[in-house]
């Protein structure tokens, strides 16, 4: 598609259930970032792929947070046993490998709500 | 560790009233900087990015923001604002050896008719 694909759009789920987000690049690009909008908070970084290298996942804030991309693609992000602090929007972007010129580009996200 | 700090966190002016809005950043080295807009209900968009040259960037929409290096500072402006420039706006910071992109916690503008 023309933009970030981010589903669902909405997930409300029970604390302690897992979940998975789902987020579909732009074609083409090369770098997907997840970042985790939080209210009052701005956009907090999660992790970072960028082609077949080893992801960054430095803003990952627990282990109960993972993300996969496959095949330099889709990526999903999980979340294990889920608590009401997740509760945010998750963002997903994309860019080209000379990010730098282009700038992300964001999908719409999923907003999460942890009961 | 870089950081980015918006000071104003709710700003409300009537329209044509002039904008400004506070970016400051912490990093020592060369930095890309960027500024994004959110408007209600929408995804973040890029308005303006600045990485050499000139350091008065204009972007879209009227907007333009200055690069000081001196202060550290990237703020953005424009000198009359509409009642559809309501949004969140979002600074943000990449150190030019990293991969990552800083935000700030946003500022939200609210344009009165």
């Known amino acids: 598609g023309a933009g970030v694909s981010q589903s669902p759009s909405n997930k409300v789920t029970e604390k302690g259930k897992d979940v998975e987000l789902r987020c579909d690049p732009i074609?083409?690009?090369?770098?997907l970032y997840w970042y985790r909008q939080s209210l009052g908070q701005g956009l907090e970084f999660l992790i970072y792929?960028?082609?077949?290298?080893?992801?960054?996942k430095s803003g990952l804030p627990s282990d109960r947070f993972s993300a996969e991309r496959t095949g330099g693609s889709v990526s999903t992000l999980t979340i294990q046993r889920t608590q009401q602090e997740d509760s945010a929007v998750y963002l997903c972007?994309?860019?080209?490998?000379?990010?730098?010129?282009?700038?992300?580009?964001f999908g719409s996200g999923t907003r999460l709500t942890v009961v | 560790a870089q950081s980015v700090s918006q000071h104003n966190h709710h700003v409300i002016l009537s329209e044509a009233a002039s904008l400004e809005l506070g970016c400051n950043y912490s990093y020592g080295g060369t930095v890309n900087l960027f500024w994004y807009v959110q408007y209600p209900g929408q995804h973040l968009q890029l308005l303006l990015k600045?990485?050499?040259?000139?350091?008065l960037v204009k972007g879209i929409k009227g907007f333009e923001a200055e690069f000081i290096k001196s202060k550290f500072s990237f703020n953005l402006r424009k000198p009359s604002v509409q009642w559809s420039d309501t949004a969140e706006y979002f600074c943000?910071?990449?150190?030019?050896?990293?991969?990552?992109?800083?935000f700030g916690t946003g500022t939200r503008l609210q344009v009165f008719p």
């Open positions: 600045y990485f050499s040259g000139d350091p």
């Open positions: 972007a994309s860019s080209v490998r000379d990010r730098w010129t282009s700038g992300y580009t």
């Open positions: 792929f960028q082609g077949n290298s080893a992801p960054d």
């Open positions: 074609s083409g690009h090369t770098a």
């Open positions: 943000a910071v990449n150190a030019r050896n990293t991969d990552k992109l800083i």
